[in-house]
């Protein structure tokens, strides 16, 4: 989904699909470091699902009228008739998005701060500023950060970042004005989003795997739920791609041929490769016979399935059977 992907994956898709010409166009008004940032994303896709590329498109269309609509009578102007048109919740979205990048973000200057200097400079405030700055920062630089802290604060901060949900413009104008008084206060006249589990499992997946375990762990004991949660969005069924061959073999073993089909059924055709590419050419002739006359099928039962080969892959990565690449891991043993 167009949702999952990064700002710069997203742009990559939009030049593709609006052609080299109207690309070219839009070169012109970027710097190097720009263009070259967007011809290496460009390069790197593969086959984009027209789901996904038409998703991105209407993104762009709404950013772009929003854009307009404030251009035209301000930001209350263009809300009213985002909600009109698309329903509050959607504007809501767009116009959060928007704002983003047309005013300055809180904690902007700690994005511009090397990690460890940056430690130095919070790891002493309590864990629910820490978490709420973490929420700010770039998945790389939030995940270092926690993986320094102390473990039982480790755990701490990732409790309250995962349940982090809105917080107030003169809260968050009051923190940031104590930890960095060179910043100028931001000016944004509505609430705004940022932590929660989304925010959680993006800066646990980027931490070494001891860290992350030490977490998840703790989590277990004081809130078996949140954990949980966290667990089940750590690997989704997509994220199968990314597996070495052994470890699709090996999954394809522990998982009941029908739970395959039917998660497959609507999985992408990245998915689907890389889980035909790993069996044999009877075995995956059947299993797209057993998918092609399956008829309908529940989306429930889809997502159940897709659960139960996630769940194997978590079994299988615990106890040490295969291995999933995570961010800050240097090496791996086999």
Known sequence: MAGRLSGKEKAAVLLVAIGPELSGEVFKHLREEEIEDLTLQIASLRRVDPGVRDGVLAEFADMVSAREFIEQGGIDYARTLLEQALGSEKAGEIIERLTASLQVRPFDFAGKTEPSELLNFIQNEHPQTIALILAYLETEQASMILSALPPERQVDVAKRLATLDRTTPEVLEEIEGTLEQRLSAFAIDDYTMAGGIDSAVEILSQVDRSTERTIIDALEEEDPELAEEIRKRMFVFEDI???????????????????????????????????MANMSKRAGEMLKEDIEFMGPVRLRDIEEAQQKIVAVVRRLEESGDIVI??????????
């Open 241 to 275: 791609v990314g597996l070495d061959d052994r470890s699709i073999q090996q999954i394809i073993r522990e998982v009941e041929t029908k739970d395959l089909s039917l998660a497959l059924k609507t999985a992408s055709e990245d998915v689907s490769d890389r889980i």
């Open 325 to 334: 690449s995570r961010g800050g891991e240097d090496e791996i043993v086999v």
